[in-house]
């Protein structure tokens, strides 16, 4: 075992390596990954989106997105293919430029990602409402929060299944509303204010950028 000499003529023998443990398989992080980009936005405020930006600016503007979003993954999945690091994608914010810029890039994203689960909690709280109307949000948002904490708290493998079952359900639901929606669309499911199928007459009902384009562009 190397020793460390230190100042002071001090000597530290180093620890030795203890790796991680690799429970997850590859239908764990397959389905995490689908799953960890499907919030609770896709499902409750996409409806203010199209509101706002029309269907078109919401497909000009989810498109834009999704093209950042992919520039960015593009360069991060460089990084960590050629530079492996056990940690967050800080570590390279503080390689290449800095450890102050690498400590500030840890603690924005862990802020943002504190303030956005208590978005996504309360969120979940004002869907499960949608069935049962007369429950309070809290004790939803706060059952959902016991159910986050737990799957994280136990063992890898726990989080793992916990993550993959939840992402399947997100994967399905998804699947079955682009399913039932286009039935609608071409008038095998009645749509309540139709009496024959409105195909694809919305999309251009009160024009392409209904609130204009700055309306689009700020939903990016």
Same mark, same amino acid.
């Given at each position: 075992?190397?020793? $460390?000499?230190?100042?002071?003529?001090?000597?530290? $023998? +180093?620890?030795?390596?203890?790796?991680?443990?690799?429970?997850?398989?590859?239908?764990?992080?397959?389905?995490?990954?689908?799953?960890?980009?499907?919030?609770?936005?896709?499902?409750?405020?996409?409806?203010?989106?199209?509101?706002?930006?029309?269907?078109?600016?919401?497909?000009?503007?989810?498109?834009?997105?999704?093209?950042?979003?992919?520039?960015?993954?593009?360069?991060?999945?460089?990084?960590?293919?050629?530079?492996?690091?056990?940690?967050?994608?800080?570590?390279?914010? +503080? $390689?290449?430029?800095?450890?102050?810029?690498?400590?500030?890039?840890?603690?924005?994203?862990?802020?943002?990602?504190?303030?956005?689960?208590?978005?996504?909690?309360?969120?979940?709280?004002?869907?499960?409402?949608?069935?049962?109307?007369?429950?309070?949000?809290?004790?939803?948002?706060?059952?959902?929060?016991?159910?986050?904490?737990?799957?994280?708290?136990?063992?890898?493998?726990?989080?793992?299944?916990?993550?993959?079952?939840?992402?399947?359900?997100?994967?399905?639901?998804?699947?079955?509303?682009?399913?039932?929606?286009?039935?609608?669309?071409?008038?095998?499911?009645?749509?309540?204010?139709?009496?024959?199928?409105?195909?694809?007459?919305?999309?251009?009902? +009160?024009?392409?950028?209904?609130?204009?384009?700055?309306?689009?562009?700020?939903?990016?």
């Amino acid at each position: 075992m190397r020793k $460390k000499q230190l100042l002071g003529g001090h000597v530290l $023998k +180093d620890q030795p390596h203890v790796s991680l443990e690799r429970k997850m398989e590859s239908r764990h992080l397959l389905m995490i990954s689908l799953g960890g980009v499907i919030g609770t936005g896709l499902f409750l405020s996409s409806g203010y989106t199209i509101h706002e930006a029309g269907p078109i600016g919401t497909i000009l503007a989810y498109g834009i997105g999704a093209v950042i979003v992919y520039l960015v993954m593009l360069c991060l999945g460089e990084l960590s293919v050629a530079m492996p690091q056990t940690g967050s994608f800080h570590v390279y914010a +503080d $390689k290449f430029i800095g450890p102050g810029t690498g400590f500030t890039v840890a603690i924005l994203y862990w802020l943002t990602w504190t303030v956005a689960l208590g978005s996504e909690f309360t969120a979940a709280g004002l869907m499960m409402r949608t069935w049962l109307p007369n429950s309070p949000t809290w004790i939803w948002s706060l059952l959902f929060m016991i159910i986050i904490f737990t799957s994280n708290a136990l063992s890898v493998r726990f989080f793992a299944e916990t993550e993959f079952w939840f992402s399947s359900i997100k994967v399905v639901a998804i699947i079955l509303f682009i399913i039932l929606g286009g039935l609608a669309i071409f008038g095998v499911i009645p749509i309540k204010g139709y009496s024959h199928a409105p195909l694809f007459h919305n999309l251009v009902k +009160d024009g392409l950028f209904p609130n204009g384009l700055r309306a689009s562009l700020r939903r990016c």
